[in-house]
């Protein structure tokens, strides 16, 4: 039976579960980024979730489905999409890059025009899963609503997140990261697309 230690596991729209010593797979959202049909499909897949057991394969499947509803929608690129400009990207992996300095590495990351995949590692910190994130928000969405001028809620209040179990699921993982700018037809390769970070590519080189 696979050994991990729960740090902390909490709900808020979604779940959420922090284990330590493992790699957690991270996907934020700008606020406003979905349409009100895809919002009333999640809800009915969460409301669904909070029913079955976390460590149970069902819940593993909903959890997938809800992750790949969402990122259906968001790869077609409706409603607020800041990340079109050069500028707030750069700004957003800027402040990806200041959670390294807190002591969460980094692993893989890509910014999306309306939202953002992280794949994230504790180091040595005292923040929590839920601080380190937390804390990326609110820098970002301050530097970048200073930059855009303006003053409205730039993230949605809630996020998916996910920790890694295997070296397979890690290995997905990275390659989705990766592949999702070329998916959404952003680039046609993934090492050509310019707004990511890929650590294990810098290992390699």
Same mark, same amino acid.
């Given at each position: ?6 740090? $902390? ?8 579960? %922090?284990?330590?010593?493992?790699? +957690? ?10 349409? %009100? ?16 057991? @976390? ?5 593993? &499947? ?12 968001? $790869? ?13 990207? &750069? ?10 300095? %807190? ?37 970002? @969405? ?14 949605? &209040? ?40 890929? +650590?294990? %590519?810098?290992?390699?080189?």
């Amino acid at each position: 039976m696979e050994r991990y230690t729960t740090r $902390d596991r909490w709900r808020s729209r979604l779940p959420h579960w %922090e284990v330590e010593g493992h790699w +957690h797979f991270v996907t934020i959202r700008c606020q406003g980024s979905l349409p %009100e049909a895809a919002k009333r499909r999640l809800q009915e897949i969460n409301r669904t979730l909070q029913s079955i057991e @976390a460590q149970s394969e069902a819940f593993y &499947q909903l959890q997938r489905r809800y992750f790949l509803t969402t990122e259906k929608y968001l $790869d077609a690129g409706s409603g607020f999409a800041p990340f079109t400009q050069p500028r707030p990207n &750069q700004l957003c992996l800027e402040a990806m890059i200041a959670m390294e300095k %807190e002591g969460w590495l980094v692993g893989e990351a890509t910014v999306m025009p309306n939202h953002v995949h992280l794949l994230i590692l504790e180091q040595d910190t005292g923040f929590s899963l839920k601080q380190i994130v937390e804390r990326f928000k609110g820098r970002s @969405a301050r530097w970048i609503n200073q930059a855009l001028g303006r003053s409205e809620r730039f993230w949605q &209040q809630d996020w998916f997140d996910r920790w890694i179990r295997n070296e397979g699921e890690l290995a997905k993982t990275i390659a989705y990261i990766r592949n999702n700018p070329v998916k959404a037809k952003l680039a046609s390769d993934w090492k050509a697309y310019q707004w990511r970070i890929s +650590h294990e %590519e810098e290992r390699n080189t």
